[in-house]
């Protein structure tokens, strides 16, 4: 079965366009599943390849990013792929240097301080220079997928990667970004507003490359209240899909795109009118209220709490059903509501992934 309307392209190397259906809000017959960090620490081969190397190194490897993107389809009847690699590479690509540090996680040895700290970034990035071996690591894991299933490129949002330029990493408060949001708001625009218009070009590249649907990560959307989220976070989100879609009608070409902003829930009813055809949800919203939330402008995905996957698997697939029920089997892409944890039994994930293409297909039937 192939979904109608997604084109040739689709039409002639796709053996499972289930993912790209719910995109567009068609029926499938199961509802399609894919989880965030599916390429993790989690699987034990991961872990094997990755010993004893730099991670950013692994980054610019095509062919590591390739091998790591393949390595939970082997294992999983995942209906999308998404291709590994990390969303600050655009702040590399500016010109800063960041360092993934043990027992610490992302690093930025020199971060933005002031507003006039930008003139040290790269005021026009050439992508292709700069990110081409993203674009040659999707376009070797298209060639190795086989028309399996389809690949998700991705990015982070302006908002989440100004966060880390200016915290120099990770943080639980984020109070130096948001510093510069209320001392700063002319140069945070401007900082936002550079960082969107390497993102367009990272996607249109991405595209270009392979990828057949994208996502934007918000990560960093929970920090922000509405006020801010409208005025910092939301135009830039809302310029990023239609600029990547104005260019890509132009070559007649329509690739979904999915924002996830997390710990956004004050921004529903926006982000379902952001030019996007998903809106990714973290687990503390809940499916029927999104639904509701959305009026059925965009299809859904998420939204299970990753830590369930701790959970004994008969009580997995109790969950999963009662997710499938709020949310429904059309227009919904199951998925986590954040990341998998580098802890977490491989086992559990496959009664996960299983749960899901059972429990939709027998509710199809009814």
């Known amino acids: 079965k192939y979904c109608p309307g997604l084109g040739l392209v689709h039409k002639a190397f796709l ?50 990013c390739c091998e790591l993107t393949l390595q939970p389809l082997r294992r999983f009847p995942f209906d999308a792929a998404i291709i590994f690699s990390d969303i600050l590479v655009i702040p590399q690509a500016m010109g800063m240097d960041v ?28 992508v292709n220079k700069e990110l081409g071996y993203v674009f040659k690591a999707i376009t070797l894991t298209r060639h190795k997928l086989d028309g399996k299933v389809p690949l998700i490129g991705f990015t982070g949002a302006p908002w989440t990667l100004m966060a880390y330029m200016i915290e ?23 900082l936002l507003k550079m960082l969107t218009d390497v993102i367009v070009e990272y996607l249109l590249g991405q595209v270009a490359a392979g990828a057949q649907a994208l996502q934007v990560f918000e990560s960093h959307a929970g920090c922000l209240g509405p006020v801010e989220f409208q005025e910092f976070s939301l135009p830039y989100l ?23 902003a997390k710990d956004g829930h004050y921004g529903l009813e926006d982000l379902s009118q952001s030019h996007y055809e998903v809106v990714g949800l973290d687990w503390t919203i ?9 009026g059925g402008k965009v299809s859904l995905q998420g939204n299970m709490d990753p830590c369930a996957l701790y959970a004994p698997k008969e009580r997995i697939s109790e969950i999963v059903k009662k997710m499938l029920e709020g949310f ?9 509501g954040h990341g998998l944890y580098p802890d977490m039994d491989p086992e559990n994930v496959g009664a996960f992934v299983e749960a899901v293409h059972t429990h939709s297909r027998h509710l199809n039937l009814k």
């Not at 879609?245 to 329509?254: C, H, T």
Request: hydrophobic letters at 30%; aromatic letters at 8%; glycine letters at 8%.
């Open 328 to 336: 429904g089997t059309r227009g919904y892409i199951a998925n986590l």
């Open 168 to 190: 120099g990493g990770g943080s639980t408060t984020h109070s130096k970004a948001k510093r510069w949001l209320y001392r700063h708001p002319e140069a945070s625009h401007k």
């Open 286 to 294: 809940d499916p029927r209220s999104a639904r509701e939330r959305t």
């Open 238 to 260: 809302r310029d990023i899909a239609r600029k990547v879609k104005d260019q890509l009608k132009e070559s007649g070409q329509d690739v979904p795109m999915i924002v996830f």
């Open 99 to 126: 360092q993934m540090v043990a027992g610490k996680g992302p690093t930025f040895p020199e971060p933005l301080k002031e507003p006039e700290d930008l003139l040290l970034l790269q005021p026009k990035v050439d």
């Open 15 to 64: 053996k499972n366009d289930t993912f790209l259906c719910a995109c567009h809000g068609q029926e499938t017959n199961h509802v399609p599943v894919w989880c965030m960090r599916q390429a993790g620490r989690y699987l034990p081969e991961f872990r094997e390849f990755r010993a004893g190397k730099d991670f950013f190194e692994t980054c610019r490897s095509p062919a590591a």
